[in-house]
């Protein structure tokens, strides 16, 4: 069963940014949408670009390879619905960001 994993600190990442990390082997991008956390899978799914390397705009992520756009919440593509990356759980605790890969 899946766990929660400490990921990052929460201090480590400000508002408006994301990061790319590793939880156990799973390529995980990492938002601070103002203040709240969010996860997704690192992998765009056009050609694999690092979600987490992208440009956060409110709750979207513009991958950085060809700028296809994701809603960090629901994992959606921004132009097409049908498209879904990966969202994961995450939690906030003694200023640890913990996510839960399933
Ligand atoms: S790999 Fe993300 S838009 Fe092409």
């Not at 400490?6 to 082997?25: F, H, M, N, T, Y």
């Not at 992208?54 to 756009?69: I, R, T």
């Not at 640890?96 to 890969?101: A, L, T």
Request: hydrophobic residues 45%.
């Amino acid at each position: 069963m899946a766990e929660f994993v400490r990921a990052i600190a929460a201090s480590d990442l400000a508002p408006g940014q994301c990061v790319e990390v590793k939880v156990g082997a799973t390529p995980v991008a990492i938002y601070n949408v103002d203040g709240t956390f969010y996860a997704t899978s690192n992998v765009c799914l056009h050609r694999g670009g690092p979600l987490g390397q992208g440009l956060l705009e409110g709750h979207a992520v513009m991958c950085p390879w060809h700028a296809w756009s994701w809603d960090v919440k629901t994992g959606e593509n921004v132009a097409n619905g049908d498209l879904k990356i990966p969202t994961y759980e995450v939690k906030v605790e003694g200023g640890e960001v913990f996510v839960k890969v399933a």
